[in-house]
């Protein structure tokens, strides 16, 4: 078990970070957003993904290495996945809605 008293989550795969080497930060935020126990929580580190990720393509721009150039098309969807999730958190929680929190379905 985790510190946190419950049994240690899987971590998403981290396409990006093999295929790209990109740093570690992205990973620490989607790790974030995976343990967000609310609707508040996960909207603020959507919301940080999106703005990481933005620098991240800036750092990108300014680089000559076609690998680098290769992976701004990648993290700009990525991007906008994250985007369109933080729209809709933002939704629910304007409309006070509640949400199951709970994944233990899919297990």
Same mark, same amino acid.
């Given at each position: 078990?985790?510190?946190?008293?419950?049994?240690?989550?899987?971590?998403?795969?981290?396409?990006?970070?093999?295929?790209?080497?990109?740093?570690?930060? &992205? #990973?620490?935020? *989607?790790?974030? /957003?995976? +343990?967000?126990?609310?609707?508040?929580? %996960?909207?603020?580190?959507? =919301? !940080?993904?999106?703005?990481?990720?933005? &620098? #991240?393509?800036? *750092?990108?721009? /300014?680089? +000559?290495?076609?690998?680098?150039?290769? %992976?701004?098309?990648?993290? =700009? !969807?990525?991007?906008?996945?994250?985007?369109?999730?933080?729209?809709?958190?933002?939704?629910?929680?304007?409309?006070?809605?509640?949400?199951?929190?709970?994944?233990?379905?899919?297990?």
């Amino acid at each position: 078990m985790s510190g946190r008293g419950r049994p240690p989550a899987s971590k998403p795969v981290s396409y990006l970070g093999q295929k790209f080497g990109l740093n570690a930060e &992205l #990973e620490t935020l *989607a790790e974030r /957003i995976f +343990d967000a126990t609310s609707l508040d929580e %996960a909207l603020f580190w959507h =919301r !940080e993904m999106v703005e990481r990720i933005d &620098l #991240e393509v800036i *750092a990108l721009l /300014i680089s +000559d290495d076609e690998r680098d150039q290769a %992976a701004i098309p990648v993290l =700009r !969807e990525l991007q906008s996945a994250y985007a369109v999730a933080a729209k809709r958190l933002h939704m629910l929680i304007a409309r006070g809605e509640a949400l199951n929190w709970s994944f233990d379905k899919f297990s």
